[in-house]
C-alpha cells in the first residue's frame, strides 16, 4: 500500500507570478542595454552600404568613358545619384546606371559634397576627371547625424581607398 501525505499530493508545478515578473523585468533591462548598441550598428552599416554604392556608381562612370572612349559622368541631385555617358555621334547623354535616391534606399542617410564643390565627377575618354579648379572631390554620407563616411575622388578621377576628411 502506498500511504502518500498531503504535503506530497500538492506540490505545486511552474513557476510563480514573482518568479516571472523578475525574469521579465531582467530581460527588459537587457533590452534597453542593447538597443541603442543595435541602432548604432544600422546607422553604420547604412552609411557603409550607401558608401560602397556611391563608390560602385563613380567606378562605373570611370569605367564607362575608358571602355566606350567618351565622356562619362557621375551626378547627384539631394541625395539621388546616377552615371552618365555621351552619345559619340549627336552628343547627348546616356543613362548607364538609372538614377537612384540613396534615401529610399537606405532611411535617414543624406548626402552632400564638398572639395571641389562639384555635385558630380567628369571624366574624360581617357577616365580622367575634369577638375577645376583642381582638387579632390569629397561626397560625404551621414545618417541621422550619428554616423558619417566620405567618398574622395581625386583631380585625376581615382577613389581614394579610406575616407577623407577635407
Known amino acids: 500500500m502506498n500511504h502518500r501525505s498531503p504535503i506530497h499530493r500538492s506540490r ?8 516571472l515578473l523578475i525574469v521579465v523585468v531582467i530581460v527588459g533591462v537587457l533590452a534597453m542595454m542593447a538597443v541603442p548598441k543595435m541602432n548604432a550598428a544600422v546607422n553604420a552599416r547604412s552609411v557603409t552600404s550607401a558608401r560602397a554604392r556611391v563608390e560602385s556608381m563613380i567606378a ?12 562619362s559622368l557621375f551626378a547627384t ?11 559619340p555621334t549627336t552628343g547627348a547623354w546616356e543613362n548607364l546606371v538609372p538614377w537612384q535616391q ?35 572631390t569629397v561626397f560625404r554620407i551621414t545618417r541621422s547625424g550619428v554616423a558619417s563616411d566620405s ?9 581614394l581607398p579610406r575616407a577623407c576628411v577635407i
Not at 12 to 19: K, M, W
Not at 77 to 87: E, F, L
Not at 108 to 123: A, C, I, K, N, Q
Request: aromatic share 12%; glycine share 14%.
Open 102 to 136: 540613396l534615401d529610399l534606399l537606405y532611411p535617414g542617410v543624406s548626402l552632400s559634397f564638398g572639395g571641389s564643390g562639384w555635385s558630380h565627377v567628369w571624366y574624360d575618354k581617357r577616365g580622367v576627371a575634369y577638375s577645376k579648379p583642381p582638387s579632390t
Open 60 to 71: 562605373t562612370a570611370r569605367a564607362g568613358a575608358i571602355h566606350k572612349g567618351r565622356e
Open 77 to 87: 541631385s539631394g541625395t539621388w545619384i546616377s552615371a552618365w555617358t555621351k552619345h
Open 12 to 19: 505545486r508545478r511552474g513557476f510563480s507570478l514573482v518568479e
Open 151 to 159: 567618398v574622395c575622388v581625386t583631380r585625376l578621377g581615382q577613389i
